[in-house]
């Protein structure tokens, strides 16, 4: 499936993907690693991490919003 949401922690650390599937994926930057791989009921529209990069929150289609 093809990306519909990106986002970037702070530290350039940690990068979130997000798909109109559902799925959010989460990798190390520097590795490439999978981190978290989640499936939502509902398409992933918009991803932010927190400041500290230890939260992300994701908006779903539907208007719901997750924190993961």
Known sequence: P???????SADEAT???GSATGRVMVFAAGTGRVLTDLVFPAGAR???????GRALAAGLD????VLI
């Open 2 to 8: 093809r990306a519909t949401a990106v986002a970037v």
């Open 15 to 17: 990068v979130a993907v």
């Open 46 to 52: 918009a991803l932010a991490f927190a400041p500290s």
């Open 62 to 65: 539907g208007g719901r919003v």
